[in-house]
């Protein structure tokens, strides 16, 4: 089940003299990075977010300054029960401080609950729940990476900004599309836009041609991807297909990641909008930290955000633990001054975690390359807009986490 | 034409007393767990999956009927119970109650429709009914989709017992599993049991003595699916959350394989095949995607060579009955 | 409620695209059953592997998907004839249930080797140069490989049709399925003739896979979802009849088709919903011979 991946020993057997000093300044960390290690997930979290957690610790400077940082890893199979399980065996029985990434949001949120409940810490990457800082928040949770709420709304404001203020939706026909779909038809109306028309589609269905054909007659500026997964990836794959990008009409996904990209290919991709909040080619800083990354990766993939949000969040919390001296194994104490504390790491930025668990930091929008203009293989992006830090994600004042309420 | 089950020991004398003894055993290692030091959740689970595939083998083990969707019972009392323990603030009692009633019910309904074919059919039926709910709560509001329901409060069975003890738990947990297994038991010895087997054996003989065979295969595919539903309900107490795979297709695979490890048609082989692939999957997870392969696998490896499972095997061999 | 003809048309069309994909299927299904009373669970899996041998012929040896058509569906039915010969070979005789749970577990074996090497979110295939775009034909638009994918099933199908029911092999092999002793006391060689009956339903689900490759993303879970929709379709139509099986798989594209016109939310489930009123109006399935 656990999955022991490194041990990273540092420091001298003699600074462990006697038991009373070791408890007073106990530098001991033990992070579990819970992932879909071979499933959907896994080119986007998995095994990637492992080498970041590690590549966290190499580069916090703890390891120099007497701490001992181990790293385990275990593989949820998207399954909340499995996910659940692991992680509360890991506080049981491991002794883990910190769970970090675990991608899949149904499994997200049942490992919220076991970290709450256990006083561990929870720094998610890889969810796209919004939940996570709302209704189910908890003091115990920083969610990093992005969410539901981010992407839809910095797609919206800044197509529409882009000039495409006429909308179509095909939408996943259950909760998780109908979200994506609220959120983003909210910033397109207050940015002056309109939403034309829009269609349901039944989750897994193979063929979207007909909803395609629908979404091309409404002669809709934007065509707005509210799907995930296989969905989206097929729904482009068809639109090309129907040549709709070809056509003037720009396709807008609200779930993407640059492994689908990689999937679909730039033949096909071309065109697309979508937001991230990390790109390996965004700046010098993350073009180091890329290439020292995919060097050490299997496949030799560059980060994905999910794992550079893992790294990042490590780092943070490395920073964290290293202002409170020692690492006290209470989670709400950790999280609470992680919440005090800036953020500044070299792929994010600067930045700041928010009083319900919220990271906050710009939403870039990228439009996929042409393939002659795509000159390296990851080369996938061009940046087509940035939506600040204090516009992308739930306004505070908005969050629904309990947390807030004083 | 041999039947789905190789495990047909035609009454043994000592089969009573065997089994007697293996359950005193079985029980007595299961009161002792917590004591040893193995961690709780995991027997926990183990236990909620054994009733299960206990349950599923009451049908096929003894009706003879292969449902493919057993885990749309599983899934069914899991919402139902999470929903009146979290949403309208039940006790435990009330919660597994409706939980086990609606995986009643819906034995009742889906029993109706599939018990009309017969053999192969009826697996892909039962396979597909469970896919048409497998969508049906994608899209239902109260199952929150992809997210399920999280964070269900435990409380207290019967107003005394806190749920949220581990040991406590572990006990109730315990408790259930023997009460569904011995009920199952029950059914199995009782003349409603051998008009199964008869039908399982020689249908158009059972018919010809004067049984409605569809009588009784309908109320063992609903004794079998309520059972099922029990499992799920008290499952949520351990899992603490209700979510769509235990709904989807691949559970009822498991349900299917952990029954068919263990020995279909045997009394003790759905436990002890449970406990092999619940192990499996905690154990063996750094294998990645490799447990499908794996599982799948073992199915191969059963239907090729093992057709009577660990326990069917070791009672061959002692010609005894467990 | 205003309908739109042109959106209707279209929506029928891809009812047809569907349904040449069930008719490919359940055929399949329905071949391998009549010869070797197993149902083949591993036929989604095996139509996914159409698709990946697209993918390499395409990307390894350059390869295109002309020649696919043919060397991929062969090659699959290859691979199943041995499958046949090693595995299933050892179970006729027990009763069908152990085929379905032997199959089922190929089926988790394939689709597992194939996620663990290519990952979940699958590779791409570009539509033939020859069938892309589409064409207006005034009451609607018609994307012109769309119509290829039906027309070509329609003829694989009734060939097959036409193969079993109307030539001397197929007699053979229709004798073979009511009697084998007596077959085999005519000098012809069942065990054979049950390999090949088994590499023919493969080849048609693997030409399936072939023929969505350019539409879906050639995923390795393409054919889980799908053979149980497919199983659905069987037990409506009934497994007793080729022609059945064929018309059956059209037809219930085209429902569903109507389905994503009228009501797109239930789209998913108006198979199943489908199969259920006829398992409570007509038992046996639409044509007839019951199990």
Not at chain 1, 177 to 203: H, Q, S
Not at chain 2, 4 to 11: G, K, L, W
Not at chain 2, 215 to 225: E, H, N
Not at chain 2, 271 to 278: L, P, Q, R, S, T
Request: charged letters at 15%.
């Amino acid at each position: 089940m656990k999955n022991k991946i490194t041990a990273l020993m540092l420091g001298t057997a003699l600074s462990l003299a006697t038991a009373g000093v070791a408890f007073a300044q106990d530098k001991s960390i033990k992070i579990g990075a819970l992932s879909d290690q071979s499933g959907l997930y896994a080119d986007l979290g998995g095994p990637g977010s492992t080498l970041a957690a590690q590549m966290a610790a190499e580069d916090s400077g703890l390891l120099a300054k007497g701490w001992k940082i181990d790293i385990i890893s275990g593989d949820h199979q998207n399954k909340p029960d499995i996910g659940s399980n692991i992680a509360r065996q890991w506080f049981d029985v491991d002794k883990v401080d910190v769970i970090v990434d675990v991608p899949n949001s149904g499994v997200a949120l049942a490992v919220n609950n076991i970290v709450k409940e256990k006083n561990g810490v929870y720094i998610n990457s890889g969810a796209a729940t919004s939940d996570l800082t709302n209704a189910q928040c908890s003091p115990n949770t920083v969610h990093w990476t992005y969410d539901t709420y981010m992407l839809a709304h910095s797609t919206g404001q800044a197509m529409v900004k882009a000039g495409g203020d006429s909308w179509f939706f095909m939408t996943a026909d259950y909760a998780f599309g109908a979200a994506l779909e609220r959120d983003t038809t909210e910033v397109i109306k207050a940015n002056g836009g309109k939403v034309v028309g829009g269609v349901k589609t039944p989750l897994n269905s193979a063929d979207f041609s007909s909803f395609l054909l629908q979404a091309q007659s409404s002669k809709a500026k934007v065509i707005g991807l509210a799907n995930a997964g296989g969905d989206t990836t097929n729904s482009i794959k068809q639109a090309a297909e129907f040549g709709i990008t070809k056509g003037g009409q720009k396709l807008a996904a609200l779930l993407l990641f640059i492994t689908d990209v990689k999937a679909i290919g730039l033949e096909t991709a071309q065109g697309l909008s979508f937001t991230e909040t990390f790109y390996w080619d965004l700046n010098d800083e993350t073009r180091a930290f890329s290439k020292k990354f995919a060097a050490r990766m299997k496949n030799g993939a560059p980060p994905s955000m999910v794992q550079a949000g893992v790294y990042a969040g490590l780092i943070h919390y490395f920073k964290s633990l290293e202002a409170l001296g020692s690492n006290p194994h209470d989670g709400i104490k950790v999280v609470t001054k992680m919440k005090e504390l800036p953020t500044d790491d070299p792929l994010f930025g600067k930045g700041k975690i928010e009083a319900n668990g919220r990271k906050i930091h710009p939403g870039y929008l990228f439009e996929v390359k042409k393939p002659s203009e795509s000159k390296a293989p990851w080369d996938f992006y061009k940046l087509a807009g940035t939506v600040p830090a204090n516009e992308a994600f739930t306004p505070i004042e908005k969050s629904t986490c309990a947390l807030l309420k004083k | 034409m041999t039947t789905i089950t190789e495990n047909a020991i035609p009454e043994p004398r000592r089969g009573t007393s065997d089994a007697m003894i293996a359950f005193v055993i079985m029980t007595a290692l299961l009161l002792i767990v917590p004591l040893t030091g193995v961690y709780p959740f995991f027997v926990m689970q183990a236990l909620c999956f054994a009733l299960l595939a206990c349950a599923f083998n009451l049908l096929i083990g003894y009706g003879g009927l292969l449902s493919f969707g057993h885990a749309m019972f599983l899934g069914t009392a899991g919402y139902f119970t999470a929903h009146a323990l979290k949403v309208w603030g039940f006790t435990p009692e009330l919660g597994i109650l409706i939980g086990t009633l609606g995986a009643a019910a819906l034995g009742v309904i889906t029993g109706l429709i599939a018990i009309r074919r017969q053999g192969i059919y009826f697996a892909m039926i039962t396979l597909a009914l469970s896919q048409l709910l497998y969508f049906v709560y994608l899209q239902t509001p109260f199952t929150h989709g992809e997210d399920g329901i999280q964070g269900i409060p435990q409380g207290f069975l019967f107003g005394i017992f806190n749920l949220s003890k581990p040991i406590t738990l572990y006990y109730v947990i315990l408790a259930g599993f023997l009460l569904g297994f011995l009920l199952i038991y029950r059914a199995i010895n009782s003349p409603f049991g051998e008009v199964l087997k008869a039908i399982r054996e020689n249908e158009p003989r059972a018919i010809s003595l004067g049984y409605k065979t569809d009588q009784y295969k309908l109320l063992a595919y609903i004794l079998s699916g309520t059972l099922a539903g029990f499992a799920g309900s008290l499952k949520v107490f351990v899992a603490q959350n209700a979510s769509l795979t235990d709904v989807h297709w691949t559970m009822s695979g498991e349900i299917v394989l952990m029954t068919l490890v263990g020995g279909l048609g045997t009394i003790f082989g759905p436990v002890v095949g449970a406990f092999v692939i619940i192990a499996m999957q905690q154990y063996l997870a750094g294998f990645g995607q490799w447990v499908t392969v794996i599982q799948g696998a073992i199915f191969v490896i059963c239907v090729l060579t093992f057709r009577r499972g660990v326990i069917g095997e070791i009672a061959h061999y002692f010609k005894r009955s467990l | 409620m205003s309908i739109n003809l042109q959106a209707l048309f279209a929506q029928l069309l891809v009812g047809l695209i569907n349904g040449s994909f069930y008719a490919l299927l359940s055929l399949g299904l329905a071949v391998i059953f009549g010869m070797l009373n197993i149902i083949n669970f591993a036929h989604g899996a095996l139509y996914m592997m159409g698709a990946f041998a697209a993918y390499f012929l395409l990307n390894v040896l350059n390869i295109g998907y002309w020649p696919a058509l043919i060397v991929a569906p062969l090659a699959v039915g290859i691979f199943g004839m041995i499958l046949e010969r090693t595995m299933l070979k050892w179970i006729s005789g027990l009763d069908h249930l152990y085929g379905l749970l032997l199959t089922f577990g190929m089926a988790l074996i394939i689709q597992g080797v194939f996620q663990n090497y290519f990952g979940s979110s699958g590779l791409p295939y570009a539509i033939p140069d020859l069938l892309k775009g589409g064409m207006n034909l005034g009451f609607m638009f018609l994307p012109i490989y769309r119509g290829w994918v039906v027309i070509f099933s329609l003829i694989v199908c009734i060939l097959t049709w036409y193969l079993i029911e109307r030539t001397r092999l197929g007699a053979n092999l229709r004798a073979a399925t009511e009697n084998p002793t007596l077959v085999r006391a005519f000098g012809i060689n069942v065990p054979r003739m049950i390999t090949l009956t088994y590499g023919l339903g493969v080849g048609l689900a693997a030409l399936a896979g072939v023929l969505s490759a350019p539409i879906n993303q050639v995923r390795p879970l393409m054919g889980a979802d799908l053979i149980i929709v497919v199983f659905a379709v069987v037990v409506i139509g009934g497994m007793g009849s080729i022609m059945g099986s064929i018309i059956t798989g059209f037809a219930l594209g085209i429902v569903e088709g109507l389905t994503k016109y009228f009501y797109p939310e239930a789209s998913n489930t108006v198979v199943f919903v489908l199969m259920v009123l006829v398992l409570l109006i007509k038992p046996s399935g639409l044509t007839g011979r019951a199990a």
